[in-house]
């Protein structure tokens, strides 16, 4: 899959081999692990009391882990496309979850089968965000809560090429990641997720969810994200520059804020 080539339909076996290449350790590190404890913290109302929980795109089972060793007495389902990234999530969750294969815009599920419904970092990916959206309430019952992380005003790689200048960042963006094209959904209007929700028949919430990491966690983040997709022969440049970029700002922190949108269904 080329992600540079914005226009045209996001091609479920092409997803699924874009991810697999990341299945034994995407979500790793600092970086991810403190987004997740923002991310948890700023659910917690929503988590209490919850009987069954689907997490939709649920990788190799980073959240997975988290669900399941929560406080109560609940179900906990993932969904993924990925065949590799779902064997990670098996050898890290065990049996204490249901684990399927299936495309989320297409959910093996009869309606109004969870109260909780999370998608993290998902319709960023989807080919229609409306469908899938359609999908994941079809799923929800009607007390029930669906939560999907949003589009983001300060991603890594925008504070990148702020921060290392624009002659740096070209250096960055060519080498590191230029297999990191702007995604279609992030090509659409901002409020895109938030009226794919509406449409559904969700009453629409956001929030945020801060977090504080530091230059050594975001050089971190970039040899789990990244690095897998560089090919060998531009993987030795690639460590010197991120071994540059660690060194560059050692003291520095910058806080992020993952946007959380979340829907309920009135009355």
Not at 52 to 64: E, F, I, P, S, T
Not at 96 to 115: E, I, M, T
Not at 147 to 161: E, P
Not at 222 to 241: G, K, L, N, S, T
Request: contains cysteine; positive net charge; charged residues 30%.
């Amino acid at each position: 899959m080329d992600p540079n080539e914005t226009s045209r339909p996001r091609i479920p076996r092409d997803i699924a081999a874009y991810f697999g290449r990341l299945a034994a350790t995407y979500g790793d590190g600092a970086y991810y692990g403190k987004r997740r404890v923002a991310v948890l913290e700023a659910l917690a109302p929503e988590m209490a009391g919850v009987r069954d929980m689907l997490d939709v795109g649920c990788g190799n089972g980073a959240y997975l882990m988290k669900f399941v060793a929560a406080p109560g007495n609940r179900t906990v389902t993932g969904v993924d496309l990925t065949f590799d990234m779902l064997l990670s999530a098996r050898n890290r969750v065990g049996a204490k979850c249901r684990l399927l294969r299936a495309d989320v815009s297409r959910l093996p599920f009869k309606a109004a089968s969870f109260d909780f419904v999370f998608a993290s970092h998902v319709l960023q990916f989807v080919a229609n965000v409306e469908t899938t959206v359609a999908e994941f309430a079809r799923c929800l019952r009607g007390t029930g809560v669906m939560i999907a992380t949003g589009q983001r005003d300060d991603s890594v790689r925008q504070m990148l090429s702020v921060i290392v200048g624009e002659e740096r960042w070209r250096e960055y963006r060519e080498v590191i990641f230029r297999r990191a094209g702007r995604r279609e959904a992030d090509a659409r209007p901002r409020n895109r997720f938030q009226n794919a929700f509406a449409k559904a028949g969700l009453r629409v919430e956001e929030r945020t969810a801060p977090f504080t990491v530091t230059w050594p966690d975001i050089a971190e983040w970039i040899r789990i994200r990244w690095m897998p997709m560089v090919p060998a022969d531009e993987r030795e440049r690639a460590d010197a520059m991120i071994e540059d970029l660690a060194g560059m700002g050692e003291s520095r922190t910058l806080t992020q804020h993952e946007p959380l949108i979340i829907g309920r269904r009135d009355g």
